[in-house]
């Protein structure tokens, strides 16, 4: 376990912005809309602040003030942060992000979770934090080799907690954070207090009598589900099937990039929130984390080791649920929005479920302070 710190290069941001400059841009055919994609207009104005107003620097020191450390576990290089609360009596809690997310998601929580009296909270709700980047992601990279599915993951996690003396704790997530947190509750009870994602697909069996009284809110989400097979899904099934293909582009277009994991900030978050759901500089120092790394072909690889899974849960195989207490947060604006009826049949274990008014798929960015509470709340009620 080594300590790390993030350098890149001068060079490498030099050549970013070169790369800006020289952008090939496609034509956008008139009276053409945001249902084509990323509209022209816009990319070009972000692109241009990427160039002349971010300063990756800043993100750079930003980041730093977290102790960060590079490990190896089954062959693969993880990096992490480890954030110690002062209080002695912490709940230990690892957080794991999910795509295209990455470490820097949680960035706005980590000071109140660790340290809750100096941001006006209760220190009996304080956590040691563990947070660390999916093989293939950021610094967690290159992938050693193929394989790095879901349980792959979860038990490098174990074993990362393990290393770092954790025989207790709690484990949160969203998107591919909440699938990994859900696969270490189920194969490590022992070990897992509790599970607490902000993320949760649910589906219908196919049994006509759980879908009556369903409420009109409850019959929207399913209306979810079915857009996002017909209209929002073709990122998934890209990555699912040809991520290195994808690759080529992403890697040597920062422009690409930018387009690819933008569009997702721009239908994934909620879209009334004043101002905007995520800040033109959190957006970009989590796609210039991709970009400098060089992580967004390998990221798209974990799609297709689970492809295997969602065909598996598709024919209706569903993996045994976890039997740790089990808690929901659910945004409203998120990419799915699970049904309380659903998961009650899923999860024998559910015991927490809030349902927020506003915030979307990106939890930690958008809405903080209601994910912590969340969070402090699921926990606490476990001691």
């Not at 993100?59 to 190896?72: G, H, I, M, V």
Request: hydrophobic content about 40%; charged content about 20%; overall charge negative.
């Amino acid at each position: 376990m080594r300590p790390f710190t993030i350098e890149i290069p001068q060079d490498d941001i030099d050549d970013l912005h070169r790369r800006i400059a020289a952008t090939r841009w496609p034509d956008e055919i008139p009276g053409a809309g945001s249902e084509r994609g990323v509209e022209l207009k816009h990319l070009r104005e972000l692109a241009d602040y990427w160039r002349n107003g971010y300063d990756w620097r800043a993100a750079e020191a930003a980041l730093n003030r977290f102790p960060q450390y590079l490990t190896d576990i089954d062959g693969q290089t993880v990096h992490y942060l480890h954030i110690e609360s002062p209080e002695p009596d912490a709940q230990p809690l690892l957080l794991t992000h999910g795509w295209p997310g990455s470490f820097v998601e949680f960035a706005d929580i980590i000071g109140p979770l660790t340290d809750p009296r100096a941001h006006g909270g209760d220190a009996a709700d304080a956590f040691h934090l563990v947070v660390p980047s999916i093989p293939g992601f950021g610094f967690s990279s290159p992938l050693s080799g193929i394989g790095w599915d879901v349980p792959r993951v979860a038990a490098a996690w174990a074993e990362l907690m393990g290393r770092l003396g954790y025989s207790s704790y709690g484990v949160q997530g969203g998107d591919a954070g909440a699938v990994i947190s859900t696969q270490i509750g189920r194969a490590y009870p022992d070990r897992v207090v509790g599970v607490h994602v902000n993320m949760l697909m649910t589906f219908p069996s196919g049994d006509p009598a759980e879908m009556v009284d369903l409420s009109e809110t409850d019959m929207a989400r399913l209306g979810r589900l079915a857009q996002f097979d017909a209209d929002l899904s073709g990122y998934m099934k890209i990555m699912l099937t040809r991520p290195l293909t994808l690759g080529y582009g992403l890697e040597d277009s920062p422009v690409g990039l930018l387009a690819w994991i933008g569009e997702k900030f721009q239908e994934w978050v909620d879209p009334n929130a004043p101002g905007g759901a995520v800040s033109r500089d959190a957006l970009l120092t989590n796609v210039a984390l991709y970009w400098f790394t060089k992580t967004a072909s390998s990221a798209a690889n974990f799609y297709y080791e689970g492809a295997e899974g969602i065909r598996q849960m598709a024919a209706g195989n569903v993996p045994p649920p976890p039997t740790v207490p089990f808690g929901v947060a659910v945004f409203p604006h998120d990419l799915f929005v699970p049904i309380r009826r659903f998961a009650d049949r899923d999860l024998p274990t559910l015991c927490h479920w809030t349902e927020f008014d506003r915030g979307g798929h990106f939890a930690a960015l958008e809405q903080p302070e209601l994910l912590i509470g969340d969070i402090r709340t699921f926990f606490r009620s476990l001691k």
